[in-house]
């Protein structure tokens, strides 16, 4: 079943429908939201996204609102403070692996300018492609990780069916797979 079959019959207040209904598949053009994003889409590796929603102002609470500069500067101390949130996903290799990508998202910045310009820069690539890349300076990425990340923030074509009424307003966004 697709997210949009999924959805369709929830009220408008479910976090899944507005979720699905507003941020699933639109552009994403700022470098924290982006790396937001990720950060989620790693946490869901195992869960349901419906519990990633459910918690993601906490996630965005807990890594100081998804800022890269922070995140990359976090410490032991900071891995320890995030392993007793209840608030969030409390795994380590996840913790971590999200330290040492804000690091490696840094480094993006440093080299393209933004994390945008080098996802902009790759947006026309195979999925393969995509895998090879992100495994190669990114922990914890697995294909589908890096699928949804892609499908959500509209690098890769295939949020939506085009059956569903929010393709249109995707479309209308601009989305990074036109």
Known sequence: MSYCEFT???????????????????????DNELFGRL?????????????I???????????????????????????????????????????????YNARVVKEIQQERGSFENWLDDKKSLSLDAWVAIFRARFKFIGEKIIDEFLMSTSYKLGAHNKSCPIYDKVLKSGPKWL
């Open 53 to 99: 929603l459910k918690k993601a102002s906490n996630f965005r609470e807990a890594y100081d609102q998804f800022s890269v500069e922070k995140i990359a500067r976090y410490t032991d101390h900071d891995v320890d403070r995030l392993m007793s949130n209840s608030g969030i996903i409390r795994n380590r290799r996840k913790i971590t692996s999200v330290i």
């Open 39 to 51: 950060i989620l889409e790693i946490n869901q590796a195992g869960l349901s996204w419906s519990t």
């Open 8 to 30: 369709k019959d929830l009220p408008h207040e479910h976090l899944d429908r507005q979720y699905h209904d507003m941020e699933y598949g639109f552009p994403v053009i700022n």
